[in-house]
């Protein structure tokens, strides 16, 4: 294995004493962001075209936003919630689908 090599080690070794570790701030309670697809105008074996969920909530009420999503997005939703989670972010969350552009 590559890995395994002594001069491969030492190279690895030495990259991540120049990695520096940015603290990231805690994100709210109330927001959820999860990217669905982080791919280009066409969908891979591994990524699926952009697609961005945000989930908000609003008074103790959850609300859903889409952002850029392609083809295939709902089959991604299906994937992180299962078809039932997804059928109700869709029929009693999901209030704004933006699209920014077109491919």
Partial sequence: ??????VMQKHIENLNKRITICP???FPDNIECI???TGAALPSKYRNV???LLRLKINGTMKA???DCGE???FQMCRRFGRLG??????DELSLIW????H
């Fill in 72 to 74: 295939g997005t709902y």
């Fill in 1 to 6: 294995s590559p890995l395994e090599n002594p």
């Fill in 65 to 67: 936003i889409l952002l």
């Fill in 50 to 52: 952009s697609a961005i």
């Fill in 35 to 37: 990217f669905l697809g």
């Fill in 99 to 102: 699209i920014s552009h077109m």
């Fill in 24 to 26: 990231v701030a805690p």
């Fill in 86 to 91: 997804t059928n109700k972010i869709v029929r």
